[in-house]
């Protein structure tokens, strides 16, 4: 499969909107969902990594989920959570 940019251009239909490229091999979204792994796939990621810490926000998934359903998509997954306030130079 090709860069995801490429795939997203050609199958801009799977996820409109959700995963947004900022170079030919690198995508960035709002918050995702194990029902959102398929289609990063389809999108030709290889590789999720979750920035979001656990419990910042009310009912949002769990990283463990999340990595559970790209591990079962045979995708690599990486969590570095970062609060917001916790970002500087």
Request: no cysteine.
């Amino acid at each position: 499969m090709g860069p995801p940019l490429a795939a997203a251009e050609k199958k801009e239909d799977v996820v409109t909107g959700q995963f947004v490229p900022l170079a030919d091999d690198y995508l960035v979204s709002p918050q995702i969902g194990p029902e959102d792994i398929a289609a990063a796939k389809a999108l030709g990621v290889t590789l999720i990594i979750n920035n979001r810490p656990d419990g910042e926000e009310f009912g949002q998934p769990k990283g463990a989920e999340i990595e559970a359903a790209a591990k079962a998509a045979s995708l690599a997954y990486v969590a570095i959570p970062v609060r917001g306030m916790a970002i500087g130079p």
